[in-house]
């Protein structure tokens, strides 16, 4: 293969890593939050969602820094994309958080 297509091929796969990983994550806290036993939810998702990351990412890798740093650069992309995808936090159902307040205006 030729060194752009392979570079491509790894920043698609660190596309993908990455909107697994912060997706998975994103899900499981909907989840986790409503859910009796959240640490179970938790822990699991974590090891599920690291173990096929660094598996991910040993594959790309293979002995080659570059296509690795190719790699972490789309998993960083795909953060920034589900951030935003996913939109701002909300508050927990039945929760009472209140709102910042701002000084008056003078």
Known sequence: ???????ALAAVAGLVLGAFFFGGLWWTVR???SAKQPAPWFAVSLLLRMGIVLAGFYLV????PERLL???????????????????????????????VHAPDS
Request: with cysteine; hydrophobic share 40%.
């Open 61 to 64: 890798g293979r002995g080659h």
């Open 1 to 7: 293969m030729t060194e752009p297509l392979t570079f």
């Open 70 to 100: 190719v790699c972490l650069s789309g998993f960083i992309v795909a953060r920034v994309l589900v951030k935003r995808l996913t939109g701002p936090p909300v508050a927990a159902p039945g929760s009472r958080e209140k709102e910042a």
């Open 31 to 33: 989840r986790g939050v």
